[in-house]
C-alpha cells in the first residue's frame, strides 16, 4: 500500500509539472503573438514610436523577469523532485527489505507451523500405540494372575488327594493300633499273670513298645493331617468362586503343607 501511494504522489506531482510547463509557454507564445501583432505595420505603413518604446521599456523586462522565474522554478520543481524520487526509491527499497524479510518470517512460520503438527501427530500416534500396549500389558498381567491361581488349585488338589490315601492310610493304621493296644493291653495282663516270661518274651515286649510308640506318633501325625485336610477342603471351596489372597497362600504353605510334603521327625 505504501508503495502504491507513492507511486500515485509521483504520478499527481508530474501531471502537475506537465500542466505548469503548458501554462507557462501558452503565457509565453501569447506574449509572442501580442509582439508580433503589435510589432506589424499599420494600414498607413509604420508603426508608433510611443508604442515600440512602451513595449520594450514595460513589457519585455516584465517578461524576462517571468521568465526567469519561471526558469527558477522549474529548476527547484525539478530539484524537489528529484529529492522526492530519491525518498520514493528509498523507501522503494524498504518495502522490497521489508517484504523479504516478511516472506522470510511466512516462510519459517509455515516451516515452524508443519514442524509442531508433525510433532502432534506423532505424539498422538504414540499415545495410541502405548494405549494399546499398555492394555495387552493388563491383559497379560490378568492372564498371568490366572494361570498363577490355577497353577496353585492343581497344586492343592494333588494334596488333597495324597491327603485323601493319606486319610484312608490312617483309618488302617488306626485300626491296626487299635488291635495292637488291644494286644498290648493282653500282653501287660499276661505279664502280670505270669512273671516268669522268658527272654524270647522279652525282646516281644520291647518291639511291641516301640511299636506303640510308633503309633502314637503315626496317630499325631494322622491328627495334624486331618486338621490339614479340612483347611484345604475349605480354600478348594472358596477357590471354586472367589480370588484367593497371594500372601494367605503362602502363609498356609509355609505353615500347613510343609508338614504335608516332609512329615515329622521321628
Not at 504522489?9 to 501531471?15: A, E, Y
Not at 477357590?239 to 498356609?252: C, N
Request: hydrophobic share 35%; aromatic share 10%; charged share 30%.
Amino acid at each position: 500500500m505504501v508503495e502504491s501511494n507513492l507511486g500515485n504522489k509521483n504520478c499527481q506531482s508530474s501531471f502537475e509539472i506537465d500542466n505548469i510547463q503548458r501554462d507557462i509557454n501558452t503565457i509565453i507564445t501569447g506574449v509572442e503573438l501580442c509582439k508580433q501583432k503589435i510589432a506589424k505595420p499599420t494600414c498607413y505603413g509604420y508603426i508608433e514610436p510611443f508604442i515600440k518604446n512602451t513595449i520594450e521599456q514595460n513589457i519585455c523586462p516584465v517578461i524576462s523577469k517571468i521568465n526567469l522565474g519561471l526558469h527558477l522554478f522549474l529548476k527547484r520543481l525539478n530539484e524537489e523532485m528529484v529529492v522526492d524520487l530519491r525518498y520514493f526509491n528509498s523507501l522503494k527499497l524498504e518495502v522490497v527489505s521489508l517484504t523479504s524479510e516478511l516472506e522470510t518470517q511466512k516462510t519459517q512460520f509455515v516451516n515452524e507451523i508443519d514442524r509442531l503438527s508433525r510433532e502432534y501427530n506423532y505424539a498422538d500416534h504414540m499415545n495410541a500405540i502405548l494405549g494399546v500396549y499398555t492394555e495387552l500389558d493388563e491383559v497379560t498381567n490378568l492372564q498371568c494372575d490366572y494361570l498363577e491361581l490355577l497353577q496353585k488349585c492343581e497344586c492343592l488338589e494333588t494334596v488333597l488327594s495324597k491327603s485323601k490315601k493319606m486319610s484312608k492310610s490312617f483309618e488302617s493304621v488306626q485300626k491296626h493300633a487299635i488291635n495292637l493296644e488291644l494286644e498290648l493291653q493282653q500282653c501287660k495282663e499276661k505279664i502280670k499273670n505270669d512273671m516268669s516270661f522268658n527272654v524270647n518274651k522279652s525282646k516281644d515286649f520291647c518291639k511291641e513298645r516301640e511299636q506303640y510308640f510308633e503309633i502314637q506318633d503315626l496317630k499325631a501325625q494322622l491328627q495334624d493331617k486331618d486338621i490339614a485336610i479340612r483347611e484345604l477342603k475349605k480354600l478348594i471351596e472358596k477357590l471354586k468362586g472367589k480370588s484367593v489372597d497371594t500372601y494367605f497362600l503362602k502363609f498356609f504353605y509355609k505353615k500347613r503343607f510343609l508338614k504335608v510334603y516332609i512329615g515329622y521327625p521321628k
